[in-house]
């Protein structure tokens, strides 16, 4: 323990020097006093509750805020001090989600006055941290010990607090952490006596390290994961590395353990044992003597023959135990834990894991939940993880710090690839900047960093790179960071996204899919990819199979990670009542998912927050199901001849006839033939498909829909479950064509003015609320937004150059056809080319053929099928949580909306595939709200009946545009046409 002496005399060193000038919270010199060095989770967090040495300190604390340093209450640390009338608070939590102070959502800003290393500084008089300089949390707690404790190694452990903090046991100042995404630990066996025992900290909000953590999302305070006291023996195992380096043929692994022993006694520690137990063999290490306060190595090594290798495919796991063994035979210490057999490499470009070219289908993810913001729970994990899985994701990367232990856990078990990032961003200095790059008082800071991240995850056979950050600096800052990782593990790869003379990944974000092609051809020296891409936000993720087309034809794109995984919202109750911290991920009925500027927040950035595949409570977005397919293992290629179908394996350790194959044979929509299918080598070979009859009528349009499905159950899901879909048209829909009447029809009720149908009374009722007349507009969506989509469209709000015919075929059906020919000069692109009409609010339940059943549009349609669908309309609708365009359904052959009672049932027939948009308020409700509860419903139903749509756009939300071939030009001539009919 002689290093753990000299770090902590050097850091009360320089805490004195600083003390003489600035607070240690405003010093990037001052990481921590009294700080024990990180290491390696010890125990296998699923298996922590049973593990006798950790006493869990999580429950009710006592809990003081104060709105900045001044008015926090000093001396609370003391014994004496009465803390009887303060408020309690859960531990851990975040203390805004308690209803103290505000949450601020901000994207690549700080939150307070610029000034490093002050934090405290004025700012802007509207801005929150005016009046709230640097607001302090302060807790207190007791702990009870024994005085059989009392003769071990007591070490208290932060699992994580925001931003900065100090630690008193019984008024006896303990240290001082920052670094808020890491553990920090402190030896308190001289602080603490029998029975009961006072435990102080104080938080601050924000600290010079609030530099280095300037991330995409809501700014939380707090003590907000586990708070431990580890009960240890006196000689203990301080910290083990476990690692299995295959060889060249992967036929043999060489098991390598290096374990770190600790004496903390008074007296020379003799005649230990340490064994590791894997694979039915037992290694043995001994240790004669060490001296008082000392540490020591340990290696043990072992070769597995034949090893099964791990990869997020096949997540093979070797369980392992270390222990410690006194002289008499007994066991001082027993951690269990895992490895696994790989190897990542970069051969020329491309990235190799076990000697395979893997493609990473990736997703970012931050730590978050809707009502306890940065404390997850173990549930929440668990359902992320799977969520990600049946996505057919296979690579995180853990935005943009490290997040609890438990999530790698999952991860080595369910089979995901991670990249483990370090808690380091100073986007709110710019991009790749060089201010805290090159700044060498801010050197130790970013080492920090990158050492906490690699210490204490490096046994997880889950993390294939360790990122040095997230749009931070560029310089020798990040050069030291990088040495600081190889010299700790040279198992995986470094990657950085600044930096890029720093990574051995060559990483570029958010560029099209042509760019992407053409950047990558540019970089010959190692593999690319994209850390992000596909920015989610609100109605979003079109043109995704572009990108893959891009990434599968060149062998040096290693994959690309969506930003991001879930919606960062928040439940709060409309009424602006307290927020109520629970683990439930719903809403309830009086609440609202909250985001930027709602409550009060300033600075903000609004919407920002919410770009995720799933909402807060995990509920799925539509594009959640276009990533699925996009994402899946195996590609499917009908046969010219239609008579087999070829297979594409998009995994490498996974061979095709590992799955089970079915198929499903639809007649308009409904299954008329299903089974199991033979794979012939690469080939899916089916019977001779016969065309269905009924009635003596052959059905016009037959799919064959097609799953490649798990055999056997996996630690995520069921056997059975396709994890592989595909649809193809084997004979083509018949859509009707214009017809004229066969007799003159009663036309007393139907009333065309113009282009517009204006009025039609069937049994003496009217059902047109609004005309069906041409509208060629739609609100925005979030990308569209962002490219200025409203202005450089807004002549679109007043259709021209359209000539509407009505064919009047009886008085219950009308037969349209839209004709538009474009005049005068240069036009932009056009929302959508079609019509709309509102017709009485009973209509509530829709029944459709087309794509479902999920909301899809032209640019992400690949993962919804061509079906029969029937859902209410508030199913048919899709509610982001910033409200814009939504529900669009494509390819749709034909449409109902039914009313109860005796109403007739009004249908919507192409003559060609239609785009079709229902909602229970009208497009300026949507356009006049900011959150789905102020949307004004249940007026009538606003049907939007069209040829086409502009797409949802699918590459970022601050300027970039639709691709092309998903747009409107306004400069082109179309036609289309429908059939409007009322049937009982």
């Avoid at 102070?101 to 700080?110: L, Q, R, V």
């Avoid at 500084?121 to 009046?131: I, L, Q, R, T």
């Avoid at 747009?967 to 001539?973: A, E, H, M, V, Y």
Wanted: aromatic share 12%; with cysteine.
């Amino acid at each position: 323990m002689k290093h753990f002496i000299s770090a902590i005399a050097l850091a009360l060193s320089l805490s004195v020097q600083a003390q003489e000038s600035m607070h240690d919270w405003e010093n990037p010199a001052v990481l921590g006093i009294n700080k024990l060095p990180y290491h390696s989770t010890l125990q296998l967090p699923s298996k922590e509750s049973k593990c006798k040495e950790i006493v869990s300190l999580d429950g009710q604390w006592k809990f003081r805020w104060a709105k900045d340093p001044e008015s926090r209450p000093i001396g609370f640390e003391r014994e004496d001090f009465d803390v009887s009338a303060w408020d309690d608070i859960t531990v851990p939590s975040n203390w805004q989600m308690e209803g103290y102070g505000k949450p601020i959502y901000i994207n690549m800003s700080y939150p307070f006055h610029r000034d490093r290393p002050y934090v405290t500084g004025e700012p802007a008089k509207d801005w929150y941290a005016y009046d709230h300089r640097n607001p302090v949390g302060s807790y207190v707690t007791t702990i009870e010990v024994t005085k059989e404790m009392l003769t071990q190694n007591l070490i208290l452990h932060f699992g994580g607090v925001h931003s900065a903090f100090y630690v008193w046991v019984n008024g006896k100042k303990v240290g001082y952490s920052q670094n808020s995404m890491s553990p920090a630990e402190f030896d308190v066996t001289s602080h603490l006596r029998e029975g009961k025992n006072r435990l102080a900290v104080e938080v601050y909000r924000w600290s010079d390290g609030s530099y280095l953590e300037c991330q995409d999302m809501w700014r939380l305070s707090g003590i907000y994961r586990e708070v431990q006291l580890w009960v240890r023996p006196l000689t203990h195992i301080a910290d083990y590395k476990v690692e299995a380096i295959p060889n060249k043929d992967f036929s043999q692994a060489q098991v390598k353990a290096d374990i770190t022993l600790c004496n903390t006694g008074k007296k020379v520690a003799k005649d230990f044992k340490v064994v590791l137990s894997i694979n039915d063999r037992k290694l043995e290490g001994t240790l004669k003597s060490l001296a008082s306060g000392d540490t020591t190595h340990l290696q043990l090594a072992c070769q597995l023959d034949k090893p099964l290798l791990w990869s997020a495919e096949k997540p093979n796991l070797y369980p392992f135990s270390v222990e410690l063994i006194d002289k008499k035979g007994a066991v001082v210490e027993h951690f269990d834990y895992h490895l696994g057999v790989k190897r990542v490499e970069c051969v020329g470009e491309v990235l190799k894991i076990n000697g395979k070219n893997v493609k990473l289908r990736g997703v970012n993810r931050h730590d978050h939940h809707p009502r306890t913001g940065r404390k997850v729970d173990d549930a929440t994990y668990e359902k992320d993880l799977k969520m990600m899985k049946l996505a057919n994701i296979n690579f995180l990367r853990t935005s943009h710090y490290p997040d609890r232990p438990y999530l790698y856990e999952l991860c080595d078990r369910y089979g995901i690839y991670v990249m483990d990032e370090a808690n380091q961003e100073s986007h709110g200095y710019g991009y790749a900047n060089k201010v805290m790059g090159e700044d060498p008082a801010w050197r130790e800071a970013h080492v920090d960093r990158a050492v906490s991240l690699v210490q204490r995850d490096k046994n997880h056979p889950s993390i294939i790179f360790w990122s040095l950050g997230n749009e931070g600096g560029v310089g020798p800052n990040f050069k030291a960071m990088r040495d600081a990782v190889v010299a700790l593990d040279s198992t995986r790869l470094p990657f950085c996204d600044t930096d890029r003379s720093q990574s051995d990944i060559y990483d570029d974000s958010y560029l099209t899919p042509t760019k992407l092609a053409e950047e990558a051809r540019k970089v010959t020296d190692r593999p690319f990819m994209m850390r992000e891409y596909a920015h989610a936000m609100g109605n979003s993720v079109g043109n995704f199979q572009e990108y893959w087309d891009v990434i599968y034809n060149d062998s040096s794109i290693c994959g690309a990670a969506i930003w991001d995984w879930v919606d960062q919202g928040i439940a709060k109750p409309i009424d602006g009542s307290p927020l109520r911290p629970s683990t439930k991920l719903s809403l309830e009925p009086d609440e609202f998912w909250a985001y930027g500027g709602d409550f009060g927040d300033k600075p903000n950035d609004g919407a920002f927050c919410l770009n995720g595949l799933l909402a807060p409570d995990r509920t799925e977005h539509p594009h959640y199901f276009e990533v699925r397919h996009v994402y899946q293992p195996i590609t499917f290629v009908l046969a010219d001849d239609k008579q087999s179908i070829r297979l594409i394996n998009r995994d490498f350790f996974t061979e095709l006839d590992e799955y089970d194959y079915t198929y499903e044979l639809l007649a308009n929509g409904k299954v008329k033939a299903s089974g199991a299918l033979t794979l012939q080598g690469e080939h899916l070979v089916f019977p001779s498909i016969q065309k269905p009859v009924e009635g003596g009528s052959p059905y016009p349009e037959l799919a064959l829909n097609i799953a490649a499905r798990l055999r056997n159950a996996t630690t995520w899901a069921d056997g059975g479950l396709a994890v592989a879909r595909e649809q193809f048209i084997i004979s083509p829909y018949q859509f009707p064509q214009s017809a004229a009447p066969k007799a003159k029809p009663t036309t007393n009720n139907i009333t065309i003015v113009g282009n517009a149908l204006t009025s039609w009374i069937v049994d003496g009722k009217e059902m047109l609320q609004a005309p069906l007349e041409p509208y060629f507009w739609k609100p925005e969506n979030d990308n569209q937004h962002a490219a200025g989509f409203a202005r450089r469209t807004a002549v679109w709000k007043e259709a021209t150059d359209v000539k509407v015919n009505y064919i009047i075929l009886s008085e219950r059906r009308i037969w349209v056809e839209v004709d538009y020919r474009p005049t005068g000069g240069e036009k932009p692109v056009m929302p959508k080319f079609g019509m709309r009409m509102r017709i009485p609010a009973t209509y509530n339940q829709v029944n459709y053929y087309g794509r479902g059943p999920w909301e899809n549009y032209p640019d992400r349609k690949r993962g919804a099928f061509i079906g029969n669908y029937k859902m209410p309309l508030k199913e048919f609708e899709t509610e982001y949580l910033h409200p814009q365009d939504n529900g669009c359904r494509t390819d749709v052959r034909w449409f109902e909306l039914s009313a109860p009672g005796s109403l007739p049932t009004l249908r919507v027939e192409g003559s060609q595939p239609l785009c079709i948009r229902a909602w229970d308020y009208g497009e300026e409700d949507l356009e006049s709200a900011t959150h789905p509860h102020e949307i004004q419903r249940g007026k009538f139903v606003n049907l939007n009946i069209d040829l086409n749509i502009h797409g949802v756009g699918g590459i970022d939300t601050w300027g970039q545009r639709t691709l092309p071939q998903y747009t409107i030009d306004g400069n082109k001539p179309y036609h289309y046409g429908f059939v409007l009919s009322l049937d009982n």
